[in-house]
């Protein structure tokens, strides 16, 4: 179990999971994920999705696969016919199919029936088949709820250690040519208060320490590599220090020694006090590189700046495995932890966020 859970909530904790495309392999690690009794006694979980397909599933791949019984969980069923949901291949029927369930448990969760929600992998392509032009399920939940900004945080607690590791991606899926242009102080600033403000939140870190990484090799060398750490991102770090009293800001740390210290803790080769409570990086694969190597079966998504907890595994729909009984449910087990673990971290700061002068 990837995270610390607690059965004794100040509320009784309420998580929804739609089950995303029927077609991949969502069906399979949710019920996988939920055969994990530590789970399903620390909340009440209902499943959005098919129940006929949930059963199918579970009628061919149990018990040579350990997997929750459909028939014991909650599950708000909308069926198609199965016939029209061919295995391992995104339609436009399965896409309407997982757009369907996401509206549903989001619908829900915006009248205060879930704190929280887990999404099972979508496939873009079968979105945009059935007419939903959506870049991905952030940019539904955030249009739905109001939120104009928002950032994607990648969390994963090591298997050897314990040691949580927590990164943000200032930008994310742009040409590497375009990522000097798009990183802006505007855009560093909006992305370090959502970071700051989940640590708050979300994990209980009252005086945050973040790393935040360097653009060019060794941080610029003082110019000789890359202009942009003298130019605006050591002054805009800065004024960030004094507009946030209350965190430490680290940088701009060099991008090939940033991850030195995670990756000890992670593997257990130095103290979790010599490493930061999360870490900035300013381009997808500066942070992704990292963090898949340390946790590539068990990374989780967490969406900062909604009004409820979001959480999804980090991989996709897998349709060349699907039904095969052979996907991993490690990071959609982690990724209901963590939700868990989040919403009761909510109720037990409400009313506790101090972000400094910002």
Request: glycine share 10%; net charge negative.
């Amino acid at each position: 179990m990837p995270s610390s859970l607690s059965a004794a909530s100040p509320a009784p904790v309420r998580l929804v999971i739609p089950m995303g495309d029927p077609a991949g392999i969502g069906p399979e690690v949710v019920l996988k994920a939920l055969a994990d009794d530590r789970l399903t006694q620390a909340a009440r979980i209902t499943v959005v999705g098919s129940r006929l397909l949930l059963q199918r599933t579970y009628d061919q791949l149990a018990p040579a696969a350990k997997m929750a019984d459909p028939a014991t969980l909650d599950i708000w069923s909308e069926d198609l016919p199965l016939e029209t949901l061919p295995g391992g291949q995104g339609t436009a029927a399965s896409g309407a199919a997982s757009f369907g369930y996401l509206k549903m448990a989001l619908a829900a969760t915006l009248v205060g029936q879930f704190q929280g929600i887990v999404t099972a992998p979508i496939a873009k392509s079968a979105w945009h088949a059935a007419g939903h032009e959506y870049p991905g399920q952030t940019e539904v939940l955030a249009e739905a709820a109001g939120c104009h900004r928002f950032a994607m945080a990648f969390v994963a607690r090591s298997p050897h250690t314990g040691w949580q590791l927590r990164a943000l991606l200032a930008t994310t899926h742009i040409p590497l040519a375009q990522v000097p242009q798009a990183l802006t102080p505007e855009l560093l600033s909006q992305k370090l208060a959502l970071l700051l403000a989940g640590l708050q939140q979300d994990f209980g870190v009252s005086r945050p320490r973040v790393a935040i990484a360097g653009l060019n090799p060794h941080s610029g060398e003082q110019g000789r590599l890359g202009i942009e750490e003298t130019t605006w991102i050591i002054p805009w770090l800065q004024q960030q220090r004094q507009r946030y009293p209350q965190a430490e800001l680290v940088g701009p740390i060099p991008p090939d020694t940033l991850w030195v210290g995670p990756g000890q803790a992670w593997y257990g080769t130095t103290a979790s006090t010599s490493t930061y409570d999360a870490y900035l990086a300013l381009y997808h694969d500066q942070g992704l590189i990292p963090v898949k190597l340390m946790a590539f079966d068990r990374a989780v998504n967490t969406t900062l700046g909604l009004p409820f907890v979001r959480t999804s595994p980090d991989h996709g729909t897998a349709f060349d495995i699907a039904g095969q009984g052979i996907a991993d449910a490690t990071s959609m087990t982690a990724a209901i932890a963590l939700a868990l673990e989040l919403i009761q971290q909510r109720q037990a700061n409400q009313g506790r966020l101090n972000l400094g002068n910002g």
